[in-house]
């Protein structure tokens, strides 16, 4: 597939997934990003352990960067490659990849 057509392939699956009790990612992303039930920290791990909530195919590590890039006032995005760089400006990060 080239990539245009592999994107279409991923963004129609991603949007058919369905946790047990019918909820979509969209649900999800909507309650992650904007609800009001506690703190966005408990509301990721609800999202990763619940199964109410839990998506399969979709972990703790894509909602987190979800949030970094939704939310990057509030939590700026952070990745190895981030890390790389903050570490390359004299920060002191662990680097996964080492």
């Known amino acids: 597939m080239k990539t245009k057509e592999r994107s279409e392939f991923l963004s129609k699956r991603l949007y058919k997934l369905r946790s047990d009790k019918q909820r979509s990612l969209v649900d999800n992303l909507f ?15 609800k999202l990763w352990t619940n199964p109410e909530y839990k998506i399969r195919h979709v972990g703790l590590r894509t909602y987190g960067e979800i949030i970094g890039w939704a939310l990057p006032d509030q939590y700026p995005p952070r990745n190895d490659r981030t890390n790389k760089a903050l570490k390359s400006l004299g920060y002191d990060v662990k680097i996964y990849s080492e």
């Open 31 to 45: 309650y992650l990003l904007y609800s009001d039930d506690r703190d966005i920290t408990y509301r990721l791990f």
